[in-house]
C-alpha cells in the first residue's frame, strides 16, 4: 500500500467575487485564504485488484472587504472519492482492465454564506484493453445520469453537473 498526504496554505489577493447583495457586477474582495489537505491512498490488494481512496478538506474563506469570515463562492469544504480496477487475467484477458468508482463532492456556498449548493454523490466505471503500445478505453461518469446542481452563486444563478457522459479513447505509445 502506498499514500501521499499534502497540508497546505495559500493566499490569493485581489479575487474577483460578485459584488455585495447579488449585484452581477464583479468585484475585488482583497484576500482569501485556504486552508487544507489532501490524502491518497493506494493499495494492491491481489495481484489483480486496485483500490484508490482519495480525499479532500478545504477551509476556503474571504479574508478582507464585505464578505470577511464567509466561504469562498463554490469551493467544497470537503471531497472524497473511491475507485476500484480490477484485471481480468484469471479470464485468460490479460490487458483487459475493468473498474468502478463513486465520487462525493460536498456542500459549497454562494460567497456569502446565503446560498448553499447540496453535497451529490456520483457513480463511474470503464473498461480498458491494453496491446503492445495500444490501449483502448472507455470511460462511462455519472453512470445513474443523475441531475444535480454544481453550485450557485450570490447573485442567483446556479449551474447544473454534466449528465451521463461516456467516452472513448485509443492511445499509442511510443
Not at 28 to 50: C, F, K, M, N, Y
Not at 157 to 162: A, S, V
Request: charged share 20%; glycine share 10%; hydrophobic share 35%.
Amino acid at each position: 500500500m502506498s499514500s501521499s498526504t499534502a497540508p497546505f496554505s495559500t493566499r490569493s489577493k485581489r479575487r474577483l467575487a460578485a459584488g455585495p447583495n447579488g449585484s452581477p457586477i464583479y468585484s475585488q474582495i482583497g484576500e482569501a485564504r485556504i486552508r487544507g489537505a489532501e490524502l491518497e491512498l493506494l493499495a494492491h490488494v491481489t495481484p489483480d485488484l486496485d483500490l484508490i481512496g482519495a480525499y479532500s478538506y478545504l477551509d476556503a474563506r474571504i479574508e478582507s472587504g464585505d464578505n470577511a469570515g464567509r466561504r469562498v463562492e463554490t469551493v467544497p469544504m470537503n471531497q472524497a472519492s473511491l475507485w476500484a480496477k480490477y484485471r481480468l487475467t484469471w479470464l485468460g484477458l490479460p490487458g483487459v482492465s475493468v473498474g468502478g468508482g463513486v465520487r462525493y463532492i460536498g456542500d459549497s456556498w454562494d460567497g456569502t454564506d446565503t446560498i448553499r449548493t447540496p453535497d451529490y454523490t456520483l457513480f463511474d466505471a470503464m473498461i480498458r484493453y491494453e496491446t503492445g503500445p495500444w490501449r483502448f478505453q472507455v470511460n462511462a461518469s455519472n453512470l445513474a445520469d443523475k441531475r444535480h446542481v454544481t453550485t450557485c452563486l450570490a447573485r442567483g444563478d446556479c449551474f447544473y453537473g454534466i449528465g451521463r457522459t461516456v467516452l472513448g479513447s485509443a492511445t499509442y505509445k511510443f
